[in-house]
């Protein structure tokens, strides 16, 4: 049974860093593509960044392109954000997700989903 559980998050200053972990279990997820989400109050979930477990393109939304960085572990069979300069418009619920397809293009594309990690920027 695929797992994934976020951890993290929590108040940072506007212009500080956080580091958000996934830890994905329960398979083999070298052929996935893993991705985070983000859902601000009264908004939409929206798509942050996203990459191949195995290697090769990675996506940023233009929001946070140069801000944050995506990355994974394979010995800890962990994802990562780096999240640096961070904003109050950052402000939102982390969420990590796994798909097996690839290019994915839009968020039903996933097909596995943690629970979500608060993460909050204060002006």
């Known amino acids: 049974q695929v797992q994934l559980g976020e951890s993290g998050g929590g108040l940072v200053q506007a212009g500080g860093s956080l580091r958000l972990s996934c830890a994905a279990s329960g398979r083999t997820f070298s052929s996935y593509t893993m991705g985070w989400f983000r859902q601000a109050p009264g908004k939409e979930r929206e798509s942050v960044a996203n990459m191949r477990w195995g290697g090769g393109r990675t996506y940023y939304a233009d929001s946070v392109k140069g801000r944050f960085t995506i990355s994974r572990d394979n010995a800890k069979n962990t994802m990562y954000l780096q999240m640096n300069s961070l904003k109050p418009e950052d402000t939102a619920v982390y969420y990590c997700?796994?798909?097996?397809?690839?290019?994915?293009?839009?968020?039903?594309?996933?097909?596995?989903w943690g629970q979500g990690t608060q993460v909050t920027v204060s002006s």
């Open positions: 997700a796994a798909s097996k397809r690839s290019p994915v293009t839009v968020e039903d594309d996933y097909d596995y």
